[in-house]
Each structure stands twice: as structure tokens, then as C-alpha cells.
């Protein structure tokens, strides 16, 4: 923890430099001629900088039933919703060309474990005159957590607690991080209903469906991805990180006007069936992701 106050310090003074950098020569001088005076301007733009910790506010979305025993196949999501600042921006799971994604350390009783989190569908934000692309959220994302008990957990309650930390950007980028804890019922596996709350409801909308519809075609021809989508107005492709495979011009390749969307990959020949990420599909006004395991 002390390292990331020392990383959040030198961040700081290097934010107030640049906000000093960018004021005009005039203004400059007004500056440094009332600086050593109580409330001078320069001593309020320093007080006004903005705070990486409260740009973003994490809170838990808690299960609308309780966690329950030796359910593994079928675990409950435990929900962490990062509420973003107007106008400021974090990230998906892979950031692009610039920022980080969020990181969380999770700390929970023996026996209850908590695994690796859904992300909803993110945006594509270009930079650079369109030379580059990031991914990132706006507004109030929820990440999906599943949380699995060990049937030999004998509590009715699960004590959860998180720490996370985060890139939140606008024209300055500031790190930032917080810490939330939750208390959860505990209980033996019960049938379970279909009807699920309407915040439920409106989270899993916001994640990728796990399959492509049924008249969406994605086709690769060596290293050439051809995807077409009838009726859509726009598509894209967002990629996982991958450590050998990269989009060939992923800027300008990763999003097409229209039903039809191609790309190149670049890689090595043998692992280019493993490349994988969300394809977005934008028609008759809906904006929906599906997961893409691999390349067919």
C-alpha cells in the first residue's frame, strides 16, 4: 500500500506540471508574479487537481440469492460496479494502445473462492487520429465474479472484501484505488427459479452472449478473418491480449460500416486458431457482443 501512495504522489506533481504546461505565456506570468501569495491561482489549480481516488467509486452488486454449498458448475456472480466520473474513462481487460486495466485482490474465508470476472462489452476509443485504439468503459460498469462454496463450509454468512485499483483517464491519466467489503448469506443448494431481478436482468445484457447468432457468419482463410452480419449497420472486433497475435492495423481493421468486417492476423501460422475476442454487432439500433473462443 505504501508503494502505491508513492506512485500516486509522483503522479500528481507530474499531472501539475503538465496542467502548468498547458496555460498560455500570459497567464503564466500572472501566475508566477502572485505565487508566493495566499489562494494565488497557482495555489488553487494545485487544490482543484483531480483525485484518481474519487474519480472512480467501487461498490459490490450482492447476488439476489444466497451463495450456495458445492455448487461449482453453476456459481453465483458477485457483481463489483466501478462508478466513473463524467467524462473521465478505465479500461477493459485489454486496455489497447494506452492504459491499464483494473486489478483486484480479493480476500475471502477458507472455502469460498471467487474466480475470474466477466467483463462487460466495452467501447472503442481511437486516438491519434484514428493510428491507435484503446478499450475502455464510460459511466458505471459491472464486472461478474462467480463465487463457489466448498460443501464443507459450515457459516451462514461469507465475510468478501476487495481491494482495487485503477487508470482513470481524460486529458490527463491518474492512478487510484479503494477498498469495499461485503457480507453474504450462506446456504445448502435450493431449486433455483428462472426469474431474475431487473438489475440482474440489465447487467447480463451487458455481457457477451457466448454464442454468435445464427445467421452470422465468421470465417478465417489462413490469416484473413471474414465476418458477415446481415442487416448490421457496424461491426467491430475487440481482442483478448494475446502474447503472439496481434491485428494487423487493429484501428483501422477492427471496425467497419455495414455487414460485412475483415481483417488480417499476425502471428505465427500454427497459433492463429487461438486468437479470440468479442465481436460487436450494431443493428436495427441494438449493440450486442459475442464471445469468440477461436478462430474457426
Known amino acids: 500500500m505504501t508503494t502505491a501512495m508513492h506512485r500516486l504522489s509522483w503522479r500528481s506533481w507530474f499531472v501539475a506540471i503538465a496542467s502548468v504546461s498547458a496555460i498560455g505565456a500570459s497567464a503564466l506570468l500572472t501566475l508566477a508574479s502572485t505565487s508566493h501569495a495566499q489562494g494565488s491561482p497557482l495555489d488553487q489549480m494545485l487544490a482543484e487537481e483531480p483525485d484518481g481516488n474519487t474519480l472512480v467509486t467501487p461498490s459490490f452488486v450482492v447476488p439476489d440469492r444466497p451463495l450456495e454449498r458445492g455448487t461449482s458448475s453453476t456459481p453465483t456472480h ?10 473521465w474513462h478505465i479500461y477493459w481487460q485489454n486496455n489497447g494502445s494506452s492504459g491499464a486495466p483494473p486489478s483486484f485482490e480479493w480476500s475471502a474465508p477458507d472455502g469460498v473462492e471467487i474466480g475470474a470476472p466477466r467483463w462487460p462489452v466495452p467501447e472503442r476509443k481511437l486516438l491519434f487520429g484514428g493510428e491507435a485504439v484503446d478499450y475502455v468503459y464510460h459511466g458505471a460498469p459491472v464486472l461478474l465474479f462467480p463465487v463457489t462454496v466448498d460443501p ?72 484473413i478473418v471474414a465476418v458477415r452480419a446481415p442487416g448490421a449497420e457496424s461491426l467491430a472486433f475487440l481482442p483478448h491480449r494475446h502474447e503472439q497475435i496481434t491485428m494487423s492495423n487493429e484501428s483501422k481493421s477492427g471496425a467497419a460500416e455495414g455487414e460485412t468486417l475483415r481483417f488480417l492476423l499476425d502471428g505465427p501460422p500454427g497459433a492463429l486458431e487461438e486468437f479470440s475476442g468479442v465481436l460487436v454487432i450494431e443493428r436495427g439500433g441494438d449493440r450486442r457482443g459475442y464471445r469468440v473462443d477461436s478462430m474457426p
Open 152 to 223: 464443507s463450509f459450515e457459516g451462514e454468512f461469507a465475510e468478501i472484501s476487495l481491494s482495487v485499483s485503477w487508470l482513470v483517464c481524460k486529458s490527463v491519466c491518474l492512478f487510484g484505488e479503494g477498498e469495499i467489503d461485503v457480507t453474504v448469506p450462506v446456504a445448502d443448494p435450493a431449486p433455483r427459479t428462472t426469474v431474475i431481478s431487473d438489475e440482474l436482468a440489465d447487467i447480463m445484457d451487458t455481457m457477451p452472449r457466448r454464442t454468435l447468432p445464427a445467421d452470422v457468419s465468421l470465417v478465417r482463410r489462413g490469416a
Open 78 to 87: 458477485l457483481g463489483v460496479k466501478l462508478s466513473v466520473a463524467a467524462d
